[in-house]
């Protein structure tokens, strides 16, 4: 009797183990989050990154009553800072502001990715999308990509662009028009958003792509030349300019943004960061807010989210491939 009172006692504690280990996410989840939410932004202050982060994060401490802060970890396209919350606990304390950068075209360019995106991160929601478009300085006697692209034939390699970065959605959208077109432009790279539309205004390069939101507006005051937008439809902050593919040119690269946790964050966190995620992107003052700076927010289930960014790694990655574009 001794021996088998021990043994039920065994079982019993085994059980009580089991069960108590089996409900540590379920209670985890429920008292989530109790201490500060980091988002990690990885580029620099002042691009779309930085702002959608801090927007959401604003709005996400109202909601749960604690801090979030927003960490800016650029460099190497995004790498450095996308790999960091990666490596992060999964435990909802720490997310990533991703994009199509370090998520879906470095895959591509990077033959050694310290990071898998989809292996090593849980999918929240798609945040928003942003068109790219083509400007030229007003030294480059240019009125259409038509112009340009003569222009560039009669000065082989003497015309510059600008991008957000090796790698960046603005360098493979100048890559493929060159290909396109059977021209030879020089590629100036810089630290982001806000040094590329710093360099063309100042005539340090000929032309570049760029989030719609820095360029446009000096191409209203006349100060720049808007050429055509590489997206798949007209801005309507802009609809007078073209999209490149009714010029002839099917490129088609929208800068997205989507918030993605650590693999193995338990799922009735991402599910609670889902839906107060989805709840700010519905925000009617936001949405008016941001579609005026050329963003369009737009949730996403986990699942939607993690569908289309397998879809895009492996649409980038054959494009990458098949224009043999390389990270200078």
């Known amino acids: 009797m001794h021996t088998s ?7 019993l504690a085994f059980l009580l ?23 990690i932004a990885p580029f ?12 959401i994060g604003a ?17 190497a396209n995004g790498n450095i800072g996308t790999d960091a919350a990666a490596k992060s606990a999964p435990d909802g304390y720490t997310v990533l502001m991703g994009g199509n950068s370090p998520l879906a ?17 849980e999918a ?12 030229a300085h007003p030294k480059v006697p240019v009125k259409t990509v038509e112009d340009l692209i003569q222009h560039a034939k009669a000065n082989p390699g003497k015309i510059t662009y600008a991008s957000n970065g090796n790698g960046s959605p603005q360098h493979l959208a ?10 030879d432009l020089l590629h100036v790279p810089y630290k982001g958003a806000a040094p590329t539309a710093a360099a063309l205004l100042a005539g340090e390069v000929s032309i570049a792509f760029n989030v719609i939101l820095l360029p446009l507006p000096h191409v209203q005051a006349g100060k720049l030349t808007g050429l055509a937008v590489a997206s798949s439809r007209r801005s309507p902050l802009a609809p007078e300019i073209p999209t490149l593919a009714e010029l002839g040119y099917p490129i088609d690269i929208d800068t997205w943004y989507g918030l993605v946790a650590p693999a193995g964050t338990p799922k009735e966190i991402i599910s609670k960061l889902n839906a107060e995620t989805v709840r700010i992107l519905n925000l009617p003052e936001l949405r008016d807010r941001t579609r005026s ?3 369009e927010l737009g949730g996403s289930t986990p699942e939607q989210f993690s569908a289309f960014l397998k879809a895009d790694i492996a649409k980038w990655t054959q494009v990458i491939r098949e224009f043999s574009i390389t990270i200078d």
């Open 17 to 39: 183990t089991a069960m108590l280990g089996g409900g540590g996410s379920g209670a985890q989840a429920q008292s989530y989050p109790s201490r500060p939410i980091h988002i």
């Open 5 to 11: 009172d021990s043994s039920a006692r065994i079982v």
């Open 293 to 295: 700076q050329g963003i």
């Open 59 to 75: 709005e996400m401490s109202k909601t749960f009553g604690q801090p979030v802060v927003v960490e800016n970890k650029a460099g």
């Open 105 to 121: 075209l470095n895959v591509g360019l990077y033959p050694k990715l310290p990071y898998d995106p989809v292996k090593d991160f």
């Open 44 to 55: 620099p202050a002042g691009g779309g990154y930085d702002f959608l982060s801090r927007l």
């Open 124 to 135: 929240i929601s798609r945040v928003a999308t942003q068109p790219n478009l083509l400007a």
């Open 174 to 183: 100048a890559e493929q028009l060159k290909r396109m077109a059977g021209i």
